[in-house]
């Protein structure tokens, strides 16, 4: 990602000189705070990283899927089982009579007991076995899209952590316009009285003006609102709470993508979103899944070697028996009752599936790309646009305040144009925001944000930092990621 050239125009930093004389007063308290120990973009996606709990469970997932590929190889490596019996037998024999030699009866009873022993051991070696085989090839695609996969939720995260971010940024800069509004209006509404009381004005200019009044308390509390909500979706995403954070700077570039043509974008988005590579992959696991139904028709051929050993004490007997066996088996499913056809005709359906899942994702994908394209380059202009409103509507507040002190403008004028003028302030601060933002999105969508893009996006920062004073929380101040004791890996 290459940081484009610092652009400010003329009307932006017209501008951002009148925004910040607006909003002086509300921002001496911050700019006077230690950034010490205020947090920027960069720390707080490294806590993200390191305790993002989706994340922790795709990394999870990815090690249970490669697991699954030694399970199945495994299976075509030599297999050796032992088997061992020690019982106590009783025996009980209800006929009695006697013959003779010649067959006559002779008396006797042949009830008794005895203790029998018997081991085995059995070794077998797969020779030929394409079922096996083709389900190891299988689990090896499922690594390739479970990689993919892993790789679109770190992206995810990065994406989740600088909008979250920048959203409580925005959340601040609202607030401290509405702030800022708020004052402006009372202070009219205290001269409106002054004016009242000395008969200069009529009432209704008193009370349209703490109707003003009331309406920018609303505003503001709204916007206090929203700044305690933003904490949350960050406090959701690293388990951990921020007094501070970096403010981003004056001179951050605008300026449109880099290259600026959507079809590169498109392409890169091709080559690179892993989300489309994990459905690429994932119809190459249902059409190993299709071979494995296949391979149910084909033979198996198993090298086998065994040895059983069996002793009693049993009353007459003496001795043990033994025996040995080596050789080949060989195991040819000739009629399933119709489970290996309809298997076949199932991973095929699954097959079909999963190429018109990788089609919609195609799709949305290019869709996604080229929205965000068009975004960001209207955003550029966008941010001049808003930045060019605060000068007008400064000018127009201007005017106003010089008609109403001759007479030619009444209250109702002076305080929509109050309005106006934190209004454009507010719609600036956000269009900036919006540019930062559709910007990372867009490189998520082309799947190439990654740590180094914030790195860079962090470089926009600047030292001041912006301080919050933050609810209370059950939690107290952290709330780490705890879920208890792991799991045993034996």
């Known amino acids: ?94 006929q009695t009579g006697s013959f003779s030699q010649g067959g006559q009866a002779a008396g006797g009873s042949n009830d008794d007991s005895f203790t029998s022993m018997s081991l085995g051991l059995e070794a077998t070696q797969a020779l030929y076995d394409e079922r096996n085989r083709r389900e190891v090839t299988r689990a090896e695609r499922e690594i390739d899209q479970q990689t993919y996969r892993l790789a679109a939720t770190e992206q995810q995260v990065l994406i989740d952590v600088a909008t979250a971010y920048f959203e409580i940024l925005r959340a601040y800069e609202v607030l401290e316009a509405r702030r800022a509004q708020e004052r402006a209006i009372g202070r009219q509404l205290e001269q409106a009285t002054e004016q009242f009381e000395v008969g200069l004005i009529a009432i209704t200019e008193v009370e349209e003006a703490r109707a003003s009044v009331d309406q920018s308390r609303a505003e503001r509390i709204a916007a206090e ?40 974008w498109v392409e890169q988005a091709m080559e690179n979103n892993p989300l489309i590579l994990a459905s690429l992959a994932g119809v190459e696991v249902s059409r190993s899944g299709v071979d494995i139904s296949r391979a149910g028709r084909l033979p198996t051929v198993n090298a086998f070697a065994n040895y059983q050993f069996a002793d009693s004490d049993r009353s007459g007997l003496s001795g043990h028996d033994s025996s040995a066996q080596v050789g080949i088996g060989v195991d040819l499913p000739l009629y399933t009752g119709g489970s290996t056809q309809a298997s076949i005709r199932q991973n095929t359906y ?36 808003r930045a060019q409103a605060i000068v007008s509507n400064q000018s127009a507040l201007d005017a106003t305040r010089a008609g109403y002190e001759v007479g030619t403008r009444n209250i109702v004028d002076v305080l929509n144009a109050e309005q106006n003028l934190y209004n454009a302030i507010a719609d600036h601060a956000s269009a900036r925001y919006d ?56």
């Open 350 to 385: 699954l097959l079909e599936a999963s190429q018109y899942d990788f089609e919609a994702q195609r799709r949305d994908t290019i869709q996604q790309v080229r929205s965000l394209y068009t975004q960001v380059s209207n955003d550029v202009a966008t941010v001049e646009a």
């Open 1 to 94: 990602m290459t940081v484009p050239a610092p652009y400010t125009s003329p009307a932006g930093a017209k501008a951002g000189r009148l925004a910040r004389a607006a909003l002086a007063t509300a921002l001496v308290s911050s700019s006077l705070s230690t950034s010490l120990y205020a947090a920027d973009l960069m720390t707080i996606t490294q806590d993200a990283l390191g305790n993002n709990a989706e994340l922790a469970s795709a990394r999870a997932q990815s090690g249970s899927v490669e697991a699954g590929r030694e399970i199945e190889q495994g299976n075509l490596l030599p297999q050796v089982g032992a088997t061992g019996n020690l019982a106590y037998n009783q025996q009980f024999e209800g």
């Open 225 to 264: 609102s929203n700044l305690q909500v933003s904490f949350e979706a960050l406090e959701r995403l690293t388990g951990q709470r921020y007094s501070q954070i970096e403010a981003l700077g004056d001179d951050m570039p605008i300026q449109p993508p880099s290259p600026a043509s959507r079809d590169h």
């Open 435 to 490: 540019y930062v933002i559709n910007l990372l999105s867009l490189r998520q969508q082309s799947g190439v944000l990654d740590e180094a893009a914030i790195e860079e996006v962090n470089a926009w920062l600047e030292g001041d930092s912006v301080s919050f004073t933050l609810p209370d929380s059950a939690d107290g101040d952290s709330a780490v990621m705890d879920i208890g004791q792991p799991p045993s890996r034996e």
